[in-house]
């Protein structure tokens, strides 16, 4: 069973589209977040999520929108791509929000966006 | 601001060789600090963490890292390193006061045989 869980893998599409990246953990955490890796191998938070709240939410564009449905779930909605918005995206979780509770992430695989 | 520094893009070690990623951290307050690791095509793993306590931390896979804190460093190290320790290295300072990580730009280690 895989712990953080992420669709689609990869996501090939045009500038001015809009996407989503959907997000499930079964490891009844209660922090999600979403991170961005660039071609550098940069890795930069975007969000985070703690039982559906908003915790965190860095200098991100307003295109990009997260939705929790519930804590498994953390999904990733992207308006009118744009050329450098392609990336890796990953999706992560852990226990608590912090390290409270001395918790580490779990990351997902990774989706591979590119915008043509 | 907290920040953390890998002052190495790269390392190269042979097989059998000890292995060190460094890793510099700048952060008010306690820090508390992470090593990750990720393989080609894959999310990142955790290795290690020192919250508090022992300066010297174990970790997964033979990894261990220690904690100084006059010289603000958190190198990771490995006595033997193997061909299978080929991937990403990630440091990571997490800031107790808003729970915020951040991570070092990455160390690509290789192994040859």
């Known amino acids: 069973d895989t712990a953080v869980s992420q669709t689609p893998k990869y996501l090939v599409t045009q500038m001015g589209n809009d996407k989503s990246i959907k997000c499930e953990q079964n490891l009844g955490h209660d922090t999600m977040y979403w991170y961005k890796q660039d071609s550098k191998k940069f890795l930069k938070i975007m969000f985070s999520y703690n039982n559906k709240e908003l915790i965190i939410n860095e200098t991100v564009p307003n295109r990009f929108s997260p939705k929790s449905p519930d804590k498994a779930h953390l999904n990733l909605h992207i308006n009118s791509l744009e050329l450098g918005d392609s990336a890796v995206y990953f999706c992560?979780?852990?226990?608590?929000?912090?390290?409270?509770?001395?918790?580490?992430?779990?990351f997902g695989s990774g989706t591979q966006l590119s915008v043509l | 601001a907290q920040s953390v520094a890998q002052p190495e893009d790269q390392v190269n070690v042979a097989e059998g060789n000890p292995l060190t990623v460094k890793c510099t951290y700048s952060v008010s307050g306690n820090p508390y600090l992470f090593w990750y690791v990720q393989y080609p095509n894959r999310g990142l793993q955790f290795l290690l963490k020192y919250i508090t306590g022992d300066n010297l931390v174990k970790g997964s896979y033979g990894f261990e890292a220690e904690f100084n804190k006059s010289q603000t460093s958190f190198h990771l190290k490995k006595p033997s390193a193997l061909v299978s320790d080929s991937a990403l290295y990630f440091c990571a300072v997490e800031r107790w006061s808003d729970y915020k990580l951040s991570f070092g730009a990455g160390t690509t280690v290789t192994v040859r045989a």
């Open positions: 992560a979780s852990s226990r608590a929000a912090g390290v409270l509770s001395n918790e580490k992430l779990f």
